[in-house]
């Protein structure tokens, strides 16, 4: 492939590096050049373009990431359309994520113009959500370097997604007259939360005296009825010959692993009785806040083996918080500033425009999906997603040239729920909040967005962060990460406003203007707001 500046007069064929806007009508960049392409430079006055010239043995960006996205040995996943020389792949169900860092790292060294990248290991992950791109780097690249890359792939299994596969689990907890039961509680409904997001199900709950008969007797008795055992003890493993791990070796189980180098989750317990896992739960488990139970829970509802060799390796990368109630707190860390992800909602099908796009309207010349797009993009977010689904291809061309993700929302036809929840997916796990941007507010700007990211940031990343114009709610709105598993159960045609009064979550409403409230849902709309339909 050769790259740089072209004449016009010998472009036909080429790829545009660059978008050229001419009167009437631009040409996005990527796109092939055909005569009347070069016809209507010519006429515009343009002399060169900087281009990419395939040659022989050449092969276009998206031709090759589908290539090697085919030869990928993969389960779990789907893969979407190719785009810009990117293809995403997404869970196909909930569960948990495996790699093969070997081989990725492997693909990743052959060149640099082919580059794959995916979730952690043992990432726990939601249906539909990305877990690994394939993205092509110049516009195309030797197919003997494709070659190459496809052959690998071909070579051992990549990655997977292991679907949960949901249990009936059976918990106990001990009880001491220390413990409360309102404690014990909250214990239950925590688990159940836990136990939800894998459509697992509490079959019964038991409370024993805390000593390893007593416990061991609830245990024997219960196995049978139940596909896993989760116990709670009255207070914390001391020992490795303590309640929990006595009780299961007392009951004629086996006791894998007790500890593991995951902070919070140092005393967790792992046995199995005949077939059924038993989970001795550390005391943090009794908080949803992730920790090392959620980690070996989560592995086993999907049907992976989690052997001693697992728990010993899952130190690097076990830090995951501090606790500041320990009798000893760690010296304290200043912690960096909450990131913020932007999702811009472009998937809906203007059903009141009567059949044009509004997304597609002309403010000022440009389409207001892109004018949208461009504030998102040039505020302190720290990324943009774009959700399409309605004329996708002619939306994504609107928004060619511009730094986001296309996060492609099949199911937009069922309503706002599909967009928000295709939106979350694609969040890195590194941002505590998502910023939701309406794709028909064409008086939302940059300085907008900041003004709301302060805010949030300020909050600590906790709050739930909205636009509001004389003390009425509006949008752009931003949700804490907090709230995300609630977005993912939504249904139909609803956005996140009873998602949030139903939580107790702080809101913080910020003042905006009128720009909070204008949207463009009719013609009227659209015209008095100064847009311009297309056809």
């Not at 990431?65 to 196909?92: C, F, M, W, Y």
């Not at 990368?317 to 472009?346: D, F, N, S, W």
């Amino acid at each position: 492939m050769r790259f740089g500046a072209v004449p016009v007069d010998q472009a036909e064929g080429a790829l545009l590096a660059h978008s050229v806007a001419l009167v009437g009508r631009r040409l996005p960049k990527a796109k092939r050049l055909d005569a009347d392409d070069i016809k209507a430079l010519i006429e515009a006055g343009v002399q060169t373009v900087v281009a990419a010239m395939l040659e022989p043995g050449d092969l276009e960006e998206n031709a090759a990431a589908e290539a090697v996205v085919q030869a990928l040995d993969i389960r779990g996943v789907k893969a979407r359309p190719a785009s810009t020389g990117r293809v995403n792949l997404h869970a196909a169900g909930a569960g948990v994520f495996t790699v093969s860092a070997a081989l990725v790292d492997a693909v990743n060294a052959i060149d640099p113009a082919v580059t794959l990248a995916t979730l952690p290991a043992f990432a726990r992950v939601d249906a539909g959500q990305m877990v690994a791109t394939v993205k092509i780097i110049p516009f195309a690249v030797a197919s003997t370097v494709i070659e190459q890359v496809t052959e690998l792939c071909r070579s051992a299994p990549a990655f997977a997604v292991h679907t949960f596969a949901p249990k009936r689990v059976g918990m106990i907890q001990t009880v001491l007259p220390s413990v409360k039961d309102s404690v014990l509680d909250k214990t239950v409904e925590a688990t159940r939360a836990r136990l939800a997001r894998s459509g697992s199900t509490i079959l019964s709950e038991q409370r024993a005296s805390h000593e390893p008969r007593a416990l061991a007797a609830a245990l024997d008795s219960l196995a049978p009825q139940v596909d896993m055992a989760v116990l709670f003890g009255a207070s914390a493993m001391a020992d490795f010959d303590d309640v929990v791990p006595a009780a299961i070796r007392a009951a004629g189980g086996e006791v894998l692993y007790a500890g593991m180098p995951v902070d919070p989750g140092n005393l967790l317990v792992l046995g199995r009785l005949g077939s059924v896992p038993v989970i001795g739960a550390p005391g943090c488990a009794r908080s949803p806040k992730e920790n090392g139970f959620d980690w070996v829970l989560d592995r086993l509802i999907a049907g992976l083996e989690v052997t001693p060799r697992d728990i010993a390796g899952m130190g690097v990368g076990g830090l995951l918080m501090e606790i500041p109630t320990r009798p000893q707190p760690r010296e304290a860390r200043k912690a960096g500033k909450p990131k913020v992800h932007a999702i811009l909602l472009a998937a809906g099908r203007s059903s009141r425009m009567g059949g044009p796009n509004k997304l597609m309207a002309l403010f000022d010349g440009e389409p207001l999906v892109r004018r949208l797009a461009e504030q998102a993009a040039g505020s302190r977010a720290t990324g943009l997603s774009v959700v399409t689904g309605h004329q996708g291809e002619r939306i994504r061309q609107a928004l060619s040239g511009l730094t986001l993700d296309i996060a492609d929302n099949p199911d937009f036809a069922e309503g706002l729920s599909t967009s928000l929840k295709a939106g979350i997916a694609a969040v890195p796990a590194t941002a505590s909040g998502a910023l939701v941007v309406l794709g028909d507010m064409p008086r939302i700007t940059s300085a907008d967005l900041d003004r709301l990211i302060e805010t949030f940031e300020r909050s600590g990343g906790m709050a739930v962060v909205r636009a509001s114009h004389f003390g009425k709610r509006g949008n752009p709105v931003i949700l804490p990460r907090a709230l995300f598993e609630g977005v993912r159960q939504l249904q139909g045609d609803t956005g996140a406003r009873h998602l949030v009064e139903a939580h107790d979550v702080e809101v913080i409403d910020v003042e905006l203007g009128e720009g909070a409230f204008i949207d463009v849902d009719t013609p009227e709309a659209l015209a008095g707001a100064g847009g311009v339909l297309q056809d």
